[in-house]
């Protein structure tokens, strides 16, 4: 089965940009979604199929992929955008969805 | 503008069952999935399996197999869960989302708190 890896917790200052790692094998070939989960509030998907953006997700949040890497990226970090993060993808292998762990996002 | 609404908190005693049910609002699941994602305290969160309304057929995780059902009522645009023989570990928040394997889980309820305790 596919296993995800992402960092536990990456800190920053406002302004800066956060890049949010998500690895896995065979990654390349898959669609890779992203969410962001606020405290106490239900996931919200910020990026899909690797590179696209929901409407009304704001241009700061982007997603890359290179090899078996995927990366959300959030420019001009702000205070709203603590929360944690998880990637996603369909693991064709076993026919389910696999979450990474999860990265907590902190703004200083 | 489809909106996900599920049921309210359940307290269930450990070897008991609960059904936890997600009504789309605005719309209806159309050919979308329903999918069931937990979320335990503190911890990540963990895909249950999904349901095609519109083929009629669940789609379970394997660890979740044994001990869960999916069902859906198209008349009312409801999704039920339905998981049995609960333990503490159960304890979680559940999720219901509706979305395909291209555009991800772009719709999710508000969760639903099952608390398992003796």
């Known amino acids: 089965s596919n296993v995800l890896t992402q960092p536990p917790s990456v800190s920053l200052a406002p302004g800066k940009t956060a890049a949010i790692t998500c690895g896995g094998t065979?990654?390349?070939?898959?669609?890779v979604h992203w969410y962001q989960q606020r405290p106490g509030q239900a996931p919200v998907l910020v990026v899909y199929?690797?590179?696209n953006r929901p409407s009304g997700i704001p241009e700061r949040f982007s997603g890359s992929i290179s090899g078996n890497t995927a990366t959300l990226t959030i420019s001009r970090v702000e205070a709203g955008d603590e929360a944690d993060y998880y990637c996603?993808?369909?693991?064709?292998?076993?026919?389910?969805?696999?979450f990474g762990g999860g990265t907590q996002l902190t703004v200083l | 503008q489809v909106h996900l609404v599920q049921s309210g908190p359940e307290a269930k005693k450990p070897g008991s069952s609960v059904k936890v049910s997600c009504k789309a609002s605005?719309?209806?699941?159309?050919?979308?999935?329903v999918s069931w994602v937990r979320q335990a305290p503190g911890q990540g969160l963990e895909w249950m399996g999904r349901?095609?309304?519109?083929?009629?057929?669940?789609n379970y995780a394997q660890r979740f197999q044994v001990r869960v059902t999916f069902t859906a009522d198209k008349s009312t645009n409801t999704a039920y869960m339905e998981l049995r023989s609960l333990r503490s570990e159960d304890t979680a928040v559940y999720y219901c989302?509706?979305?395909?394997?291209?555009?991800?889980?772009?719709?999710w309820g508000q969760g639903t708190r099952v608390t398992v305790s003796s």
């Open positions: 989302a509706r979305g395909g394997l291209y555009f991800g889980l772009d719709i």
């Open positions: 605005g719309g209806n699941f159309d050919s979308d999935s």
């Open positions: 349901f095609i309304p519109f083929l009629d057929r669940p």
């Open positions: 065979t990654l390349g070939n898959k669609g």
């Open positions: 199929d690797d590179t």
């Open positions: 996603q993808v369909w693991d064709t292998s076993s026919d389910e969805w696999v």
